[in-house]
């Protein structure tokens, strides 16, 4: 093989790579070699990483082989093999904040001098190595760290394993085919004696592939003849096989094992001659031996074509070898799972525990495979563990994106269970994991539960009512039949003292009759002081979550941050990778109403990436309701409609009803950042007719009323905005909700606004205060908006600029659209001058007339009706001895920019 220092040919490459070196400081500005199994990637890429450590860059280098997919974080070990921080990595850190330390290390490297990430070849990058790489390389921002890699295809157009950054715009640089010249040119100069004609002849078979034309013609030179015809792996499998057998044996540990040091593989392989087994796979250049005295494959390729030529039987052998002799538990576990071959409890358990690290530490594919290995091994007579870990196997199948395995799992193991508590939570897992037919799933489990009264039964049924319950009314929106279902599973768990069942159950209830309007006190938090033993597991539900969503609907902000901050976290340290989305959405939704746009955008990036990590489309959707949301308020009003388009499809995809008033809701606040109040309002009057058919009558759970409120104002509309006041008024008087009355309370002062009331002012900035308060950002800004437009027609300025001043700051800071011109237009006003013959009101309606403004536009501008508009005319015309508006307008001009 070629090295950097002798490439032949490829000048269009190098130059590639010289220019990327120097461009190494360019933030975002990454590069990956692809091309067929031997066609020169590895060279290159050597010779970019020479010219990056030449260019003074920290240059961090992995060279995973085949088999690493399965060795768990040594990619990691790899790249951060030198570094001060290495032991840190041995930890058991949850993936989130593994991603996050290795992401912290890069930046502190980077503030430094430019970092390169080089990795040959990125499809054999294990699993949690993978997922880190790409969580920090869409983080790094402006921070100078590239990528420079490798990856092998089977196709020119196709990778043939996925792999990290590729979908953040990374430059792929095609390596094709070497031309016959330089071909000729490599082969001559590596085979001194080896004629020109040999030479093209070589090339020919070759196809242009210089590591298979070397491999000809290493044969060629040794005389053993040529390899068997075919591909590359088919010339080094030919010369893998002329090795003496102790280094064989070597070499094969090798490529079981991934890179490994030298005392590992003597100890599995039983030789005390260690120099004499290594020399001779030195010398054929198959391995190479570090400075640590690692051992690896000296080309990636070689650990493929060794792996293929091997036996079952024969790899068995050689993980049970390593088994015994390797440090690692999680690696043990591995080499353990891939020899034995009977029911084994000892090791099952042991495989099971390794593989709920794995998971934890983000390698759900692996994870899924040692569970099905522990599933295997597990005696037969041993349901519970069975269960358990295939229970366990479906959850890591849906993480790793495999949801149709999972679903598979749990439809073998309904055809098999009597029902049971065992058969309750193969089909709750299976219910989580897919609404699509979770209802007739349910339904059918409801069917088989026997009626014979006994206390097992019973409680199976309580189990089943309890997630139709919950199903039915948190979920799909059909409020009063779930309710019922989970008034029913309560009653049961309470008489079969059941705690699960309790917790679950009235949780349900809880957050059902809320929905109705109808607060049940202290069940919620009777559900979390007994379902501590419920978040234990990955599929049950969460009352904590649920108490979490009441607290954000009422007005308690901070305690709903702080309860679904825990439940996140609580996800992250029991491996729950699968629920991480649905908390990152909770989280979302909690920053918005905060008015933290940009928490809540890290949270919806987040979110995403968890959910595409488990091909989870239902948190997609979920997510697309905050996402939507900001992309609404920040006035991307086609991403918005995106969104809220998803947030339809998946509706009418499962019939989850609150998808679509969320998605009204979404279309409606993208209209008010254009400042269509109109259209803005009809979309939210939409949303509440979606609301109005499920029968939700709590304002909280998708936040429309107010904003509908708001928008009538906008356009002038009193009587609906009196018909809207009272409609919140009545869902208000049942709930003792500090954020429903506080917006009750803001809608009578927007009616008081419209009707011209003296208490208009002193009424909404109650409210704003109220709101403020509570820390509900946004909703404040908007409130005191009107409290503005109030305090600018009482006269009353100084209060109308504190208030402006804070909104302003609130509207701008978020990026909040639409809203933010309204309070700089009233600001603006703030901040003018008064007239001792006009009230505030007329003299400010006496400038716009004069700006060509309409009564229509005025009243709008100003907040009120348009009959108030005209009243204040008739007022201002007889105070100034005026007749029209044509008069008003030159006065005003006269007297420079307000009447006299």
Request: with cysteine; net charge negative.
């Amino acid at each position: 093989m070629s090295t950097p220092a002798g490439i032949v040919g490829r000048g269009a490459e190098r130059r590639r790579l010289d220019a990327f070196a120097h461009e190494i400081g360019t933030p975002g500005h990454s590069l990956v070699l692809v091309g067929e199994a031997g066609i020169g990637k590895t060279t290159l890429w050597g010779y970019g990483v020479e010219r990056c450590r030449a260019a003074q860059a920290h240059v961090l280098v992995a060279r995973p082989s085949e088999d690493d997919r399965d060795n768990p974080a040594q990619g990691l070990r790899d790249l951060f093999a030198r570094h001060p921080a290495c032991a840190d990595l041995a930890q058991d850190l949850p993936v989130v904040e593994r991603s996050r330390w290795v992401l912290d290390q890069l930046r502190a490297l980077a503030a430094d001098r430019p970092v390169v990430l080089a990795v040959d070849d990125l499809p054999w990058l294990d699993d949690i190595t993978r997922r880190t790489l790409r969580f920090a390389l869409r983080r790094l921002g402006d921070d100078p760290v590239a990528l420079l890699a490798t990856a092998r295809t089977w196709s020119p157009e196709e990778l043939a394993i996925p792999t990290p950054g590729l979908d953040d715009g990374v430059e792929l640089l095609g390596v094709v085919g070497l031309e016959p010249a330089s071909l000729r040119r490599l082969l001559t100069t590596v085979t001194p004696g080896l004629g020109t004609p040999v030479a093209t002849q070589l090339g020919d078979l070759a196809h242009g592939n210089p590591f298979f034309a070397l491999e000809l013609a290493r044969a060629h030179r040794h005389g053993t003849g040529a390899p068997p015809p075919g591909s590359a792996l088919a010339a080094l499998a030919h010369r893998v096989a002329g090795l003496p057998p102790a280094t064989l044996g070597l070499v094969r540990l090798l490529a079981v094992a991934g890179p490994t040091p030298l005392r590992v593989l003597a100890a599995a392989a039983g030789t005390t001659t260690v120099d004499a087994a290594v020399r001779p796979g030195l010398d054929a250049e198959v391995v190479t031996l570090e400075h640590d005295f690692v051992l690896r494959f000296s080309h990636p390729l070689i650990a493929t074509a060794v792996l293929g030529g091997m036996h079952a039987l024969d790899r068995r052998g050689l993980h049970a070898a390593l088994a015994q002799v390797v440090d690692d538990p999680d690696s043990r576990a591995v080499h353990l799972a891939r020899a034995a071959d009977g029911p084994d409890a000892a090791a099952a358990d042991e495989i099971e525990a390794a593989a709920l690290r794995i998971a934890r530490r983000g390698a759900p594919r692996l994870a899924a495979d040692l569970l099905g290995d522990s599933i295997r091994l597990t005696p037969p007579d041993d349901a519970d563990a069975s269960v358990r870990r295939t229970l366990a196997r479906m959850m890591q199948c849906a993480t790793a994106g495999d949801l149709p395995t999972a679903l598979r799992l749990a439809d073998s193991l309904l055809e098999r269970l009597d029902p049971g508590p065992l058969r309750a939570a193969v089909v709750t897992g299976r219910v989580v994991l897919d609404f699509t037919d979770a209802e007739t799933v349910l339904r059918t489990a409801l069917e088989e539960v026997p009626d014979d009264g006994s206390t097992a039964h019973e409680c199976l049924r309580g189990r089943v009512l309890g997630l139709l319950g919950w199903l039915l009314a948190i979920h799909l929106g059909r409020l009063d039949e779930g309710l019922r279902y989970a008034e029913a599973a309560l009653a049961i768990g309470r008489a079969r003292d059941d705690a699960v069942l309790v917790a679950q159950a009235a949780s349900a209830v809880s957050t059902a009759s809320l929905m109705l309007g109808r607060r049940t006190d202290g069940l919620i938090e009777e559900a979390v002081d007994c379902g501590s033993e419920v978040v234990q597991s990955q599929l049950a539900l969460w009352p904590r979550v649920l108490q979490g969503r009441q607290q954000l609907w009422d007005g308690r902000l901070e305690q709903a941050r702080a309860g679904l901050d825990h439940m996140h976290r609580s996800a992250i340290s029991n491996g729950a990778e699968f629920q991480r989305s649905y908390r990152l959405c909770d989280l979302a939704q909690v920053a918005l109403a905060a008015g933290r746009l940009d928490a809540a955008a890290t949270h919806v990036v987040e979110g995403t990436e968890a959910a595409d990590d488990c091909g989870d489309e239902r948190a997609l959707a979920w997510l697309a309701y905050p996402a939507g949301l900001l992309a609404g308020l920040r006035g991307d009003a086609d991403a918005a409609h995106a969104h809220a388009d998803r947030l339809d499809s998946w509706a009418a995809r499962v019939g989850e009803q609150p998808r679509r008033a969320m998605a009204a809701h979404v279309r409606g606040v993208a209209a008010a950042a254009g400042r269509d109040w109109q259209a803005g309002l009809d979309e939210l009057l939409s949303a509440l007719r979606e609301l109005d058919a499920m029968g939700c009558a709590h304002p909280g759970v998708v936040p429309v009323l107010p904003q509908a409120i708001q928008l009538a104002s906008l356009t002038g509309a009193t009587e609906q905005v009196a018909h809207l006041r009272d409609r919140l008024q009545v869902q208000c008087a049942a709930l003792a909700s500090p954020w429903a009355d506080a917006q009750l309370l803001a809608a009578t002062g927007q009616l008081l606004l419209l009707r011209d009331e003296p208490d208009a002012f002193g009424t909404l900035a109650g409210a704003y205060h109220r709101l403020v308060g509570l820390g509900y950002g946004l909703d404040a800004a908007r409130t005191g908006s009107f409290a503005m437009a109030a305090g600018l027609r009482a006269g009353r300025r100084p209060p109308v600029r504190e208030i402006g001043d804070r909104c302003l700051a609130t509207v701008v800071g978020a990026g909040v659209r639409g809203w933010d011109t309204v309070v700089r237009e009233l600001l603006d006003r703030a901040r003018g001058g008064s007239d001792d013959d006009l009230t505030p009101t007329e003299s400010e309606i006496a400038t716009l007339v004069a700006d060509g403004l309409r009564n229509r536009e005025i009243a709008a501008r100003m907040f009120v009706s348009e009959s108030t508009v005209e009243a204040h005319l008739t007022r201002t015309y007889r105070k100034l001895g005026l007749r029209n508006r044509a008069e008003l307008s030159r006065r005003v001009v006269r007297s420079g920019g307000g009447p006299p």
